[in-house]
């Protein structure tokens, strides 16, 4: 068997299984488990390399053709593979907690394999298609049936599509720039339109005003999954093309142009969080800055591209699965995400409230919590580069600082004399203080992240010299 | 000669298409329009890629002009909606249309400068798809209108990135992607139109 089968075609075929043939309660159990066997494969079996147990030799081949292109999945992707489905079967687990319609699993699991697809595809600039078909897949989700579309979900559907002509012209310009490198007019047009392409998948500002309005019209937790999958694939994407053309890794220019974007995305995002009066739209402004964080981190001038963009990618997805289920879970409660609709809910919902706000503070970089060693890693980086872009990341992240800390007073500002109780399910308590543990795991000793960062940087070769 | 003559008949059919779909009010006549869009957009793809190809491209448009329709035909006890700007609006409409036009004749012959080979009615036929559609995204928040819009400017990037690229897998993908904005349109137009008891059996 191949590996393209196997973590492309299987989970594809296992989503639409899920979603004609199993139960609604059953749904969270089997695509969980699905994509945890997925990714437990990936970790035993390496991809194009001989395993014999006892007499039986088994071996996964590593490409299939289609149409007379190669899908390619090397022994280097496995870990990412680990990494991609582990993290999928977290957010497929957590959809019984979170209550929101069963499509989710099987939708998920069909959006998780096109974005493997985008991987493994060869020439790899046509992952753009690939993750314009991811894109399409995510509306269902995030408008029911019952709800009218809102501001938020036509600008993300028009900015995805936007993106692709972009991308896909870009590289087949970019083929001319490799005969002919020493034409600048053509290596500037492929840049700029490679740059467009980007902005407009990843939401660089002043292109991500989507976010927030998905996190105030759609379900927390389609928005949080929505924000973990699509940048996390782009930004590999982005880091293919970085690898794939020696001018675009060694342009001052253009990594100037990066770290900008990245900069402004972190301050802004951080900026206009810290004045927000919707939990949901916070959510939203702080995945815009991690996004900024994983932008700036492909702009540094460093071998350490690789580890510290994967260093942000992997506590990201637990970071936004646990924000999500925990809004979720008020959301339940609360209809309404404003700050007048949730006042006082620590006392109702404390295990959601306290995951909602360590989420939050661990994507500020809050010391001990997930997200901090890939900022102190960043922080590094940055301040042996540039003094003035650490502070306005300083800057935003403050901002986000300032939100988890309203928020958390809004939580707390109940009636005198209200009793705690706890009103969160047993798999919603579960499941978010799982999600909360990893976030201490992650955070206190980040060396278990090791074992896969290590393996990471085989997969772009060129970045990591 | 006669091949050139009828692109340039073909990229005539675009221009007219764009425009009745930009000024038109009526979703008959617009997806009527989409549907010349993609018999143009047919012909002057197999400029460049093979018939098959060419008319893989025009069933798959044709098909997303049906599922839009059926979708706006079971919905037809809505209001059409006015044009808060009246007459003026179909001026200011007409007005950017020409802007598009006249950029097009501006940039056609300059890209078959940088880029020889793909004809002056490839290019063009590809712009004027590509200008309409990003007007139409710049001045609606209407969702079929929007899927208009993402569906034009897609069939005029289509046109031109066709004479670059001949593969079957991007051909095949950008067909899905086709369909997928179609069906995508036609579950945005009908969400929010059923029941909302409908909300206890979205949720577990």
């Known amino acids: ?155 993300f559907i028009i900015y995805q599509t936007l993106a692709m002509p972009f991308i896909l012209f870009a590289g087949w310009m970019l083929t001319g720039v490799e005969a002919s490198p020493g034409d600048i007019g053509l290596t500037t047009q492929a840049g700029a339109m490679l740059g467009m392409g980007f902005a407009f998948l990843l939401g660089i500002f002043p292109l991500y005003n989507w976010i927030p309005m998905l996190g105030k019209e759609a379900s927390p937790y389609v928005t949080g999954f929505l924000l973990w999958a699509l940048p996390t694939f782009t930004v590999i994407f982005a880091l293919g093309f970085l690898d794939r053309y020696t001018w675009i890794r060694t342009s001052p220019q253009l990594s100037g142009a990066i770290q900008l974007a990245g900069v402004i995305m972190v301050a802004s995002a951080g900026l206009f969080a810290a004045t927000q009066k919707h939990i949901g739209r916070i959510m939203g402004y702080a995945a815009i800055a991690e996004t900024g964080l994983l932008i700036l981190a492909m702009g540094l001038r460093s071998a350490e591209i690789v580890n510290v963009t994967f260093l942000l990618l992997i506590p990201r997805g637990l970071e936004l699965a646990v924000w999500a289920l925990g809004l979720s879970v ?136 | 000669m006669a091949l050139d003559i009828i692109s340039w008949a073909m990229v005539a059919f675009i221009l007219a298409a764009s425009c009745a779909m930009f000024i038109s009010r009526d979703w008959r006549i617009q997806l009527s329009a989409l549907a010349v869009q993609y018999f143009a957009t047919f012909w002057l793809v197999t400029r460049h890629l093979p018939f098959a190809m060419g008319a893989a491209k025009l069933v798959t448009g044709w098909m997303v002009v049906a599922a839009l329709g ?41 890209i078959e400068a940088i880029i020889p080979g793909l004809g002056l009615q490839v290019i063009a036929g590809s712009l004027l798809l590509i200008g309409t559609g990003l007007i139409h995204l710049g001045l609606t928040s209407d969702t079929l209108r929007v899927i208009l819009g993402l569906l034009t400017m897609l069939t005029g990037f289509e046109i031109m990135y066709a004479a670059v690229e001949s593969s079957i897998l991007v051909a095949g993908l950008l067909a899905i992607t086709n369909l997928g904005l179609g069906l995508v349109g036609s579950y945005l137009l009908t969400a929010g139109s059923t029941s909302t008891t409908n909300v206890d059996e979205e949720q577990i």
Do not use: C
């Open chain 1, 330 to 465: 008020i959301k339940r409660e609360a209809f309404s995400l404003q700050f007048s609709e949730i006042r006082g809910l620590a006392r109702k919902y404390p295990v959601a409230v306290i995951a909602i706000i360590l989420a939050h503070l661990s994507m500020t970089g809050f010391p001990l919590l997930a997200g901090f060693p890939p900022r102190l890693a960043i922080w590094q980086e940055l301040a042996s580069q540039s003094l003035v872009t650490s502070f306005w990341v300083f800057l935003g992240l403050l901002g986000l600082l300032v939100s988890a800390f309203r928020t958390l007073a809004v939580f707390v500002m109940a009636e005198e004399k209200t009793a705690w109780s706890w009103n969160e399910s047993w798999i919603q308590a579960g499941m978010l203080t799982i999600g909360v543990i990893g976030l201490f795991i992650l955070g206190l000793v980040p060396q278990v992240m090791q074992p896969f960062l290590s393996k990471l940087p085989a997969l772009f070769e060129h970045l990591s010299q």
């Open chain 1, 1 to 155: 068997m191949s590996a393209p089968v196997i973590w492309i075609l299987i989970p594809l075929v296992a989503g639409a299984l899920i979603l004609f043939f199993v139960p609604e309660r059953l749904s969270a159990i089997v695509g969980g488990a699905v994509a945890t066997v997925l990714a437990l494969v990936a970790m035993i079996f390496p991809i194009d390399t001989a395993l014999l147990i006892s007499t039986l030799s088994i071996k996964i081949s590593a490409s299939v053709q289609v149409f007379g292109r190669n899908f390619s999945l090397n022994t280097a992707d496995g870990t990412l593979l680990v990494i991609i489905y582990g993290l999928a079967a977290l957010w497929f687990f957590g959809t019984q907690a979170s209550g929101i319609a069963n499509r989710f699993v099987s939708l998920g699991l069909i959006i998780v394999a096109l974005l493997t697809a985008s991987i493994a595809v060869e020439p790899f600039l046509y992952a753009a298609l690939l993750i314009e078909m991811a894109a399409m897949l995510v509306i269902p989700l995030l408008v029911p049936q019952y709800q009218k579309p809102g501001r938020g979900v036509i600008r």
């Open chain 2, 70 to 110: 059926m979708t706006r035909l079971s919905l037809s006890e809505l209001e059409e909606k006015e044009d808060p700007l009246g007459q003026r609006g179909q001026w200011f409409s007409i007005i950017l249309i020409m802007i598009v036009v006249f950029v097009t004749a501006g940039a056609a012959p300059r």
